[in-house]
């Protein structure tokens, strides 16, 4: 099978049931998901060099539900019963969320990206998880999309801001504080 199919040069894509311009608010939205998979994917890594198997497991995980993420806003024509992406996986994040961030201390003033090589590694799935959401919002405003990736999206970059404090604290690493910041969390 060869990898190139010439069928893209002229500036369109395939989607499920349908070919559109590759700057297609859905192509957009489903490409940025496609990144931050990448990113995530190289989090992976790091938390398996760090040894923290949890994170590592959430991380693979995760991978694979972004990918159902892009392939349920890639159909032209929506139909609820090929979706992928559930409550249920929003409600497991939100666990994942409440249970590392037990282990994280108090949070008082603006966390500046950054610390471990893991934390700065999650900092940026957080920051192009945020665009994805933003993007999907863009995309929702004007198809029908599945609800559930947006929400799934919102709730994905608390997850990583509450993974990146956790990988600092297992590193033994503090977060990095905004110095201009007062105590704004109490």
Not at 78 to 84: F, G, I, P, S
Not at 147 to 175: E, I
Request: net charge neutral; with cysteine; glycine share 6%.
């Amino acid at each position: 099978m060869k990898v190139y199919t010439k069928t893209g040069d002229k500036g369109k894509t395939s989607i499920i049931g349908g070919r559109v311009s590759k700057d297609d608010p859905r192509i957009e939205a489903y490409g940025t998901i496609d990144e931050l998979n990448s990113f995530t994917g190289q989090a992976v890594f790091l938390a398996k060099e760090a040894g923290f198997k949890e994170l590592y497991e959430q991380l693979v995980e995760i991978q694979h539900e972004l990918f159902d993420c892009g392939s349920d806003l890639a159909y032209a024509k929506q139909d609820e019963n090929k979706y992928k992406v559930t409550a249920a996986m929003i409600s497991k994040l939100e666990k994942w969320i409440d249970e590392l961030e037990m282990e994280n201390p108090p949070i008082e003033r603006f966390i500046l990206p950054g610390g471990s090589g893991l934390s700065s590694a999650l900092h940026v799935c957080r920051t192009v998880c945020r665009r994805a959401e933003r993007l999907t919002v863009t995309l929702w405003r004007t198809s029908e999309i599945n609800s559930q990736v947006r929400m799934y999206l919102n709730r994905l970059s608390d997850y990583f801001f509450v993974a990146a404090r956790n990988a600092n604290v297992r590193s033994g690493v503090p977060d990095v504080e905004y110095v201009r910041s007062g105590k704004v969390f109490r």
